[in-house]
């Protein structure tokens, strides 16, 4: 048997006297980030006591005079006997008497990842590790030492080790860590709730033949329901359709169950609004009739977590994203929302065994896969029967004194309306009140699909409409012309835009695996030399970066989209050669554009923009590190429609100082009537960027920046220079006004830059800037925000006014 790894920590205890947690190991869910902690201890002797979750327990070690940001100072680490998961959030006094008597605070907690194989480090003597924590960041290892034998005397039995940090952009030559920070990370101001979650259009799933059999998928039932992405924060729950429509008051008893449950914070969830059968299966006309009746005793399936904490989730792959949903959601609750269950197959069995209980059928999906807004090929489907969704395009009249004797369908087809047959059963008294209005209202003369493809005895009946209803129909196949047989009909599709419903086009299998985009291929771009290394001292290959520019495209494409860029590129990764590119030339991946533009001297040159997300892929295919925009869109690029002024900082100058300049620019700048936000450059300054109306041209706001820059330097000149000169910026901070001309660029929010590290150009809100206290925090590969920080924070028709310029001596 085993022996028990907290045996020792049990023995040297009794929790009858202690506060301390009692030992049970645990074990971390797949995918699940690793707890790291350090507490301060003041017992016998002040010591820190360092926590590293691995194997189901806390592998510890004492750090005599706690953690330092200097690589060159080698603290000693004493192992101490391993501690249970609980004890990561441990704060409280230790009674006199009992083992480690004194107080233990809570000082850094986060998580980890190993560098490496973590066991064979622990087994080795050398663990080379990350820390994510609040106050720790970056690259240490711990080091056994060699047991010293003195004469005459064993060996210690006390594992001694050192922790070291390494030289990476996170080390800090003054080190002294613990007396910038003395106390509690948990004794912090109650937080705000996260804003709720945007909406992001959801990932959908192609049709195929038959469900995929080859390694790296996970199968989940197909449910027969409303698509429903759910946005939870602050004991507020709002409900959206797949096209972003608000249906909380329709789903209120899911609303209500959601806003109830404890934990979700900042969270978006995906999944489907169902009703439920006695035998267990999800039945569309179930649905129907309890949304008929106000919508209460509904089941909401959860299959993913697109966001937690504020934080997008969307880069994870599928197996980090499920076992985090996992995490939060708990087990079901009896408050009709669960997570939906998965299994790796073999997936024909399981197409028979879901299809004979019942059920639509099978979701394929690509366990390695990012969640990706649209159809794509990471996600699949495979259906038991016939059904889908139709638009309603006319009725046939009805003998027997019915609003009408059977619908007439359409579905759209390769950009027409194509008819797709009629359906005259499954409609109860409820279902003609609920369309008659609705029809009648939507009465037109002419066809809105070709005549043609109607037959003509239909035609010369038919009562047309305009194409906006949306109907689910199970039929029993499709003829030759594509017309459905045996129609029945379910119930409306109000979710579902008409111009979404396409005829269903059925992919083989092999084909839609061809065409995933998890490899090798992003977005339709083929990635050559995937692993070639970019940021040799993070390991951040190309693959990763192309994998970064899709998850933040979201976040980029606004600030990118009709602007032209420059890019710095190193295809041999940042300590290579690098070479910075302004003009268009040949060889630009897809997603890319050019656009020729003519100075004032008459002298014409073509620049290049980046389109859409492909671009952004591409981007990273040709070792785009960095992209800078201009300050204007290229449909008028005489016209700017920002300020930039660039917080440049003389090596001397703290980030604390750079921080209040920012805070004072803004307030300069409020001064005018114009708000502004922070930019993290992820260099050592901060940009203050104002959105303005484009109004005036170039030389109106160049004149306009460079009069504020100045006043700073003239006003507090041992603080601020407004001129390039080396000489005169030693102690200084340079504020960079030249950023304001018709050829110059500044970094665009979100790019990576090419410096140790990885650091990434971060938009930030005021509040955020005052608790931050370096320009590179944020790094490629951070989590990101499910909403843009600047949301909200300018006015949307700002401008510079006649006042604001006369205030600045400028002349419009």
Same mark, same amino acid.
């Given at each position: ?42 017992? %016998? ?72 194989? !973590? ?11 990350? /820390?994510?924590?609040?106050? #720790? ?9 060699? &047991? +010293? ?29 613990? %007396? ?23 990932? #959908? ?12 998928? *996970?199968? =989940? ?71 008929? !009746? ?22 994870? &792959? ?5 076992? %985090?949903? %996992? ?61 889908? @969704? ?6 046939? &009249? ?9 619908? /007439? ?56 409409? =305009? ?45 839609? @695996? ?12 083929? #990635? ?8 040799? @001292? ?26 032209? *860029? ?26 890319? +554009? ?48 920002? #300020? ?11 980030? @604390? ?30 940009? *203050?960027? *104002? ?99 600047? +949301? ?21």
């Amino acid at each position: 048997m085993a022996a028990d790894p907290l045996d020792s920590y049990r023995r040297k205890r009794r929790f009858d006297r202690t506060p301390e947690p009692e030992a049970r190991s645990g074990r971390t869910p797949e995918g699940g980030r690793l707890t790291y902690a350090i507490q301060k201890h003041d017992a %016998r002797r002040l010591h820190y006591d360092l926590r590293l979750e691995w194997a189901g327990v806390l592998k510890s070690w004492a750090i005599t005079r706690g953690p330092s940001l200097d690589p060159r100072q080698k603290r000693l680490a004493v192992r101490t006997e391993d501690h249970p998961l609980a004890y990561a959030g441990f704060e409280g006094q230790i009674p006199a008497g009992q083992y480690g008597a004194g107080e233990v605070v809570l000082w850094d907690r986060g998580h980890w990842e190993p560098v490496g194989d !973590a066991e064979d480090g622990l087994a080795a003597g050398r663990l080379d590790f990350i /820390l994510h924590g609040e106050r #720790l960041h970056g690259r240490f290892v711990l080091v056994r030492m060699k &047991p +010293a034998a003195k004469a005459g005397r064993a060996p210690e039995k006390a594992e001694n080790w050192l922790l070291i940090k390494r030289d990476d952009a996170d080390a800090d030559p003054t080190g002294e860590v613990t %007396r910038r920070h003395p106390g509690s990370v948990a004794v912090q101001p109650k937080r705000e709730a996260a804003p709720l979650p945007g909406f992001v259009a959801p990932m #959908l799933a192609t049709l195929t033949d038959r469900p995929p059999r080859g390694p790296g998928w *996970v199968f =989940e039932i197909k449910l027969d329901g409303y698509r429903a992405l759910a946005a939870v924060s602050g004991g507020r729950a709002v409900i959206r359709t797949r096209s972003g429509l608000d249906w909380t008051d329709r789903f209120p008893g899911i609303a209500r169950a959601l806003a109830a449950r404890p934990g979700l914070d900042g969270v978006l969830l995906d999944g489907e609004v169902t009703a439920m059968t006695a035998d267990g299966r999800t039945d569309f006309s179930a649905l129907q009739a309890a949304l008929s !009746a106000g919508g209460e005793g509904l089941h909401y399936g959860v299959f993913d977590l697109l966001a937690e904490g504020g934080q997008s989730l969307r880069h994870l &792959p599928w197996t980090a994203r499920k076992a %985090r949903l %996992r995490a939060l959601m708990g087990t079901a609750a009896g408050d009709g929302i669960h997570v939906v269950d998965h299994s790796p197959g073999p997936a024909g069995d399981l197409l028979d065994q879901v299809c004979a209980a019942g059920h639509e059928g099978l979701i394929a999906k690509r366990t390695d896969a990012p969640y990706r807004p649209g159809r794509g090929h990471a996600w699949l489907k495979v259906k038991c029967g016939q059904a889908g @969704e139709y638009v309603v395009v006319g009725t046939s &009249p009805s003998e027997a004194g019915r609003p009408f004797a059977s619908l /007439l369908l359409a579905v759209q087809d390769r950009g027409t309306c194509r008819y797709a047959g009629r359906v005259g059963a499954g409609f109860s008294d409820r279902d003609f009140a609920w369309l008659a209005p609705r029809l009648t209202a939507l009465a037109r003369k002419t066809p809105p699909v070709d005549r043609d493809s109607v037959p003509p005895a239909v035609a010369r009946a038919a009562r047309w409409v =305009e194409p906006r209803i949306v109907v689910q129909i199970a039929h029993g196949g499709l003829t030759g012309e594509g017309l459905i047989r045996q129609g029945r009909y379910l119930g409306p599709r109000e979710d579902k835009p008409a111009a979404e419903v396409e005829a269903d086009r059925v992919m083989a299998v092999e084909e839609a @695996e061809a065409m995933d985009e998890t490899g090798d291929s992003l977005r339709g771009v083929r #990635l050559t030399h995937p692993d070639r290394v970019l940021f040799p @001292e993070q390991g951040i290959t190309k693959r990763d970066l192309a994998r970064w520019f899709d998850a933040v495209a979201g976040l980029m494409m606004p600030h990118l989209e009709n602007r032209l *860029v420059s890019l710095v590129r190193c295809p041999e990764g940042r300590r290579k050669a690098c070479f910075f590119q302004r003009h268009a030339g040949r060889g630009l991946p897809r997603g890319f +554009a050019s656009r020729k533009l003519t100075d004032n001297q008459g002298s014409t040159e073509e620049y290049v923009l980046v389109r859409d997300p492909e671009g952004l892929v591409g981007a990273a295919q040709i070792g785009v590190l960095e992209l800078h925009l201009w300050g204007s869109r290229i449909d008028r690029p005489e016209r700017p429609d920002r #300020l930039v002024f660039d917080l440049d900082p003389d090596p001397a100058v703290g980030f @604390e100082a750079v921080r209040q300049a920012a805070f004072d620019m803004r307030d300069a700048l409020a001064a005018l009537d114009l708000a502004s936000v922070p930019l993290l450059t992820g260099g050592k300054g901060v940009h *203050v960027v *104002v959105p303005i109306t484009r109004r005036h041209d170039w030389p109106v706001v160049k004149a306009a920046a460079k009069a504020l820059a100045q006043r700073f330097a003239d006003h507090d000149p041992d603080r601020f220079v407004a001129t390039m000169s080396k000489a005169k910026r030693r102690g200084r901070i340079f504020i960079d006004h030249f950023r304001n001309d018709r050829t110059a660029t500044a970094i665009c929010p979100w790019s990576p830059r090419a410096r140790a590290g990885a650091p990434v150009a971060r938009p930030v809100d005021w509040q955020m800037l005052a608790g931050i206290d370096r320009a590179d925090a944020f790094r490629l590969g951070d989590p990101l925000p499910a909403t843009d920080p600047w +949301a909200g924070l300018v006015p949307p028709r700002q401008g510079l006014t006649t006042a604001a310029l006369r205030a600045l001596g400028v002349a419009e």
